[in-house]
């Protein structure tokens, strides 16, 4: 039976609204937390974006569940060697167990420093060799690298866990996919396709976790649901690598016009139908997912706590 957590949405919330929900969650039963890494929200409406590490810093004191990235690009806004410092105080502070997920990231939070937006390809690139720099500073050694893409000099890690940061790769295409395979301690993908699954297990995943999430809108009246969603989340249902490459919100904005609500209806779980939210989480436990993670964005975050900590969570658990 997968483990089923909560989904912080640093781009819509403030850090305080972030600790409150995580507490939140933690009282509904939820086993996990999830939280974004973003220097910019994806529109204007979202609103928010607050420096991750300092909110991972408060919810190591505000909860007890484990919490990972997801995710973080450790290769152009942030050099690796400063991510690998910031996850390794995370995972000493956090009461549970503190999971890096990294990606190759967004020109929207990568290019603000005036750098290149690199090609897909030499972004997976620049992203193995964050991941060898990284492992390296998490042993505690002294570290000095001279790659293709990262010079670190004399660099030590002097505050580390116990154990290693678990390093999970983010994977939409064949590619990623295979280099989480590869090198990653687990995979992180937001869509329940069991052919990316089995590939990720063929390729040398094995036995190792597999993470996915989905965003839903829960409240009393389905059609406001949907023009929540619609207003507020539309960027997730544009085409192919605009995602990537589009560089700032008033650029998602103007792209959003391409996504009708009558799309949005289609695509995403809007109302209080609790069947409708359990088969939403369940489509990924089918695909042979091992942790599913879910966000709230309507405004009623107390409604949908309760639906899922008297519902939704006992019947996905129920089916397990």
């Not at 919810?59 to 152009?76: F, I, R």
């Not at 060697?81 to 997920?101: K, N, Y």
Request: proline share 7%; net charge negative; glycine share 10%.
């Amino acid at each position: 039976m997968p483990q089923y957590g909560y989904f912080l949405s640093c781009e819509q919330y403030r850090p305080a609204e972030l600790i409150e929900q995580a507490r939140m969650a933690e009282q509904a039963g939820f086993e996990a937390l999830w939280i974004s890494d973003h220097y910019h929200p994806w529109n204007g409406e979202q609103g928010q974006s607050p420096f991750v590490w300092s909110v991972i810093g408060a919810l190591s004191e505000a909860v007890s569940l484990p919490v990972g990235t997801a995710v973080t690009c450790p290769t152009v806004r942030t050099h690796p060697a400063v991510v690998a410092q910031a996850a390794a105080t995370a995972a000493v502070m956090s009461p549970g167990e503190f999971r890096l997920g990294v990606g190759t990231g967004e020109a929207l939070n990568e290019h603000i420093l005036g750098d290149a937006w690199p090609p897909a390809h030499v972004r997976l690139e620049m992203l193995e060799e964050a991941i060898q720099v990284m492992r390296r500073l998490f042993s505690g050694e002294e570290v000095n690298h001279h790659g293709a893409h990262y010079t670190v000099e004399n660099a030590r890690l002097y505050t580390v866990p116990d154990e290693p940061v678990p390093i999970d790769i983010s994977g939409f295409g064949p590619a990623a996919t295979k280099l989480a395979a590869r090198v990653g301690d687990g995979y992180i993908t937001m869509m329940p396709e069991a052919p990316m699954v089995e590939q990720y297990r063929k390729g040398g995943g094995g036995g190792k976790p597999v993470s996915g999430g989905t965003k839903v809108c829960y409240g009393t009246d389905r059609d406001a649901c949907v023009r929540t969603v619609h207003r507020l989340w539309v960027n997730e249902q544009l085409p192919g690598e605009l995602g990537q490459v589009l560089p700032s919100p008033k650029h998602f904005e103007q792209a959003q016009t391409l996504v009708t609500e009558d799309m949005v209806r289609g695509g995403r779980v809007c109302g209080d139908d609790v069947d409708e939210h359990v088969a939403e989480l369940r489509q990924f436990a089918d695909a042979g997912f091992d942790r599913v993670y879910v966000s709230q964005i309507g405004p009623d975050l107390r409604g949908f706590f309760d639906l899922y900590r008297t519902k939704v969570l006992p019947q996905l658990r129920q089916a397990g």
